[in-house]
């Protein structure tokens, strides 16, 4: 039975080689997740929205300034070190805003928050500095973004969350 099982740890250590994720038996080597723009919902339902160019990005059609937000599962004790949105950003005047907040128990959030460039006409990224050690047992966490344009000026791509595993714990592969 322990020979069964190593061989399908080792093929899971295998197979997240494959889709660039750090091996279970790797030790503590920086992963990380991507969450798409699908993934995420506008937090009114009067919000409208589509799809960009068949499901490469999301973007608001009505109310831009209404918030987006999507729940994000790490494993307990992982080392969050940054928070990374993807964004297109044709829009000369506004910026779009992508956070990482968590939650308390009383619900007292604690964000971290960067905004887009403006005039990236093709997907450009900004990084937003999250240091922070998971702990589910106190905090609820969620990943947010506005649009502030409710345009294919502003599009969202998706996020990408880099952290180190805790010891003996594997990468996480969440379903959405």
């Known amino acids: 039975m322990k020979t069964l099982s190593h061989g399908i740890c080792l093929l899971l250590s295998l197979c997240l080689l494959v889709v660039g994720l750090s091996s279970p038996l790797a030790g503590a080597a920086t992963t990380s997740l991507r969450i798409p723009a699908t993934a995420l919902r506008p937090q009114n339902s009067s919000v409208t929205f589509s799809d960009y160019q068949d499901g490469k990005g999301m973007y608001a059609t009505s109310n831009p300034t209404v918030i987006w937000s999507a729940p994000v599962y790490l494993p307990q004790g992982a080392v ?28 007292t959030p604690t964000t971290y928050a960067n ?24 905090y609820a966490y969620t990943l947010a973004w506005v649009p502030t ?6 599009v969202l791509i998706g996020f990408q969350i880099f952290y180190t595993p805790p010891p003996g714990r594997a990468a996480v592969i969440p379903l959405y």
């Open 149 to 154: 344009v409710a345009d294919t000026s502003m």
């Open 115 to 138: 905004s887009s460039s403006g005039s990236s006409s093709s997907v450009a990224y900004v990084d937003i500095n999250v240091p922070h050690t998971v702990d589910s047992s106190k």
């Open 80 to 107: 969050i070190t940054s928070v990374r949105m993807f964004y297109i950003d044709n829009n000369q005047t506004e910026n779009c805003v992508g956070a990482f907040i968590f939650r308390d128990l009383i619900i």
